[in-house]
């Protein structure tokens, strides 16, 4: 039987990421997802994951991030959830790509990559959460 | 992950094996942060690199940054299909040479 679906609930802390990459890796390979596409969905994951707790929460209280990944016939469709303060993450600029080294900025690509490498992505609050959702193509070669 | 490094003529071979993300980037920088006197080009062996995030390119641009700026080449190779995408998507594709295998990038450095 093929696993379609899972849900998972985390702490806004890292502690549970090496539990969450091996479930994603666990979900990917049940559901016969390519290398490219398994890496994709697990950096759209951590990337999300990541930003969430860095900048979720600057008060410090504990929060909850939900991951939830659905396998569609051509697509892994992606909800990532938090209750952290306001943000929509598809605001931020879009660094610039075509610097020489010496003007190249060193970081702010996490949003560009997962942005660039989903098909569709969206984001809206909701009872008090963000809530992104992601649609990745299932069949990246 | 798990960092190897070697010695091959003037250059320095760093080969990273595994996940390059926010845990484990920091050891890799910190690796990174010193070029061996004598030395004359980094290469960054990612043929058992089965995964990078962003924190991973911070760490590799950081590492290219320095390189430059200490008049040392450094290439990098060997990537996985989907490392390369991660890659090519971040715009390092054409500001860090990307070499098929070990023996190219060597090779490029003589």
């Given at each position: 039987m093929t696993l379609r679906e899972m849900d998972v609930r985390l702490p806004n802390?890292?502690?549970q990421m090496p539990a969450l990459v091996a479930r994603l890796d666990s979900f990917a390979e049940a559901a016969d997802l390519s290398p490219k596409a398994t890496h994709r969905l697990q950096l759209a994951v951590d990337e999300f994951v990541n930003n969430a707790v860095d900048y979720g929460y600057p008060d410090g209280r504990p929060g909850e991030i939900g991951v939830q990944v659905r396998c569609a016939d051509d697509s892994v469709e992606l909800t990532l959830s938090d209750?952290?303060?306001?943000?929509?993450?598809?605001?931020a600029p879009s660094p610039?790509?075509?610097?020489t080294l010496d003007e190249r900025r060193i970081g702010g690509l996490g949003v560009h990559l997962i942005r660039t490498l989903a098909r569709s992505f969206a984001y809206r609050r909701e009872n008090g959460r963000n809530v992104v959702t992601l649609s990745l193509a299932r069949d990246a070669a | 992950m798990q960092i190897d490094r070697l010695v091959e003529g003037n250059t320095v071979v760093t080969v990273v094996k595994g996940r390059l993300d926010s845990s484990s980037s920091p050891r890799l920088d910190e690796m990174l942060a010193v070029i061996p006197d004598g030395s004359t080009a980094v290469l960054l062996d990612?043929?058992?690199?089965t995964y990078i995030s962003s924190a991973g390119l911070r760490v590799v641009l950081k590492a290219a940054k320095l390189a430059r700026s200490s008049s040392v080449a450094l290439a990098v190779c060997s990537l996985t299909p989907q490392v390369h995408e991660v890659f090519e998507v971040s715009g390092f594709s054409s500001l860090i040479p990307i070499h098929q295998s070990r023996e190219t990038a060597l090779a490029s450095f003589t």
């Open positions: 802390d890292l502690s209750d952290g303060d306001p943000f929509d993450p598809f605001t610039d790509l075509d610097g | 990612f043929e058992e690199l």
